[in-house]
Each structure stands twice: as structure tokens, then as C-alpha cells.
């Protein structure tokens, strides 16, 4: 299976149609995205292109192809203009034996990790910025940001496909790579 993963829109529909056209030419099976969908917070600014409406319908437009967890500034009320389901905390993917855990990185993140054994992925945005480090047990892995990108790293996405997670500028430029 091949999967794009995504975190923190934050309601850029400028940044959302380069993340689309770049979705359109990976082709992948499902994108996923890490939270912060609609609206930007009250620790950020607004980011370029800010417009939670035109979000909504490009989003809704691929509703089929979505999996999303709930990010600290996604609510109930996104969920009544949001035609896929936007509010689980987490949700668990497997590659061969090991867990991905994904989430958003509010609540589950490195200083509160869930049960994870040797191997196993904890995968979050939130903080903004790329990652992949070696935590205890577990490897911590982070898209970045697409609209609001933290510590001078690009607006970006990653693909995961065959046990490699690969960062992509919104230009697709490969940047940084993680195999389990």
C-alpha cells in the first residue's frame, strides 16, 4: 500500500492545492492526515491562502481516499462540514509485524507515548517540524507541516510505501528518508 501523509493545514487552501496536485501525481491508495485541518490556532498565525470554507470542499471532493485523526484544533463542529470522519484520536496501521501508531502529538506524543513495543512507530505532526528519532522502544516519526512549517524546515508531506517513509517539499522533492 502506498500512503501520503500529511499534518496541519491549519484552513490553507493555498498550501491544500499543492498537497493536492503533488497527491495527484504520487497517486497514492489513501492520504492521511495528522490533524489541525480547518483552523490555524491561537499560537499561529494565519497562514498564506487561509480559507477553511474552500478547504472543506477540496477535502470533501476526496472524502473516499481520507483517513484523519483529530488534531487540538479540530472540533465537533468541523465534523458537521466534513463529509469523512476527522475526531479519532488515534488509529493503528501495521507494516509486516511492527505498529504505526498515528496520532496527532497532543496528547500521545514522546514525553506520553501509548504502549509501543521494539520496532513500532509512533507517527505525528503537531510540532511542525520533520522528524524521525529513535525513542526508547519506538521510532518517532513527523511529516511536518504543510501550511506552517516550524525551525526553517519546507512546507511538506511524506509517502510511505514498502517499510520507507519518505519527506517531500510540496515541490516533491525527496529531503529526508526513514526505512523500519
Not at 514522546?110 to 519506538?138: M, Q, R, W, Y
Not at 513527523?142 to 506552517?148: A, C, F, L, T
Request: net charge negative; with cysteine; glycine share 6%.
Amino acid at each position: 500500500m502506498k500512503l501520503m501523509i500529511a499534518s496541519d493545514i491549519h484552513g490553507s487552501a493555498y498550501y491544500l492545492e499543492k498537497l493536492l496536485c503533488r497527491f495527484n501525481e504520487e497517486k497514492p491508495d489513501k492520504l492521511i492526515l495528522l490533524g489541525d485541518i480547518l483552523y490555524h490556532g491561537p499560537r499561529n498565525d494565519l497562514p498564506e491562502g487561509y480559507n477553511p470554507k474552500k478547504v472543506i470542499e477540496l477535502l470533501n471532493n476526496i472524502k473516499e481516499k481520507l483517513m484523519c485523526v483529530r488534531g487540538n484544533c479540530d472540533t465537533e463542529v468541523d465534523q458537521m462540514v466534513l463529509r469523512f470522519p476527522i475526531l479519532a484520536d488515534y488509529a493503528l496501521l501495521y507494516h509486516e509485524s511492527k505498529l504505526i501508531f498515528i496520532t496527532h502529538g497532543h496528547n500521545y506524543n514522546t514525553k506520553n507515548p501509548p504502549l509501543l513495543s521494539e520496532g513500532d512507530i509512533l507517527l505525528h505532526g503537531h510540532t511542525h517540524v520533520p522528524t524521525a528519532e529513535k525513542c526508547e522502544s519506538f521510532t518517532y516519526i513527523n511529516p511536518g507541516s504543510v501550511s506552517i512549517p516550524k525551525e526553517d524546515s519546507p512546507h511538506s508531506y511524506m509517502m510511505f510505501e514498502g517499510g520507507t517513509f519518505t519527506w517531500k517539499d510540496l515541490d516533491g522533492k525527496k529531503y529526508m528518508e526513514f526505512t523500519m
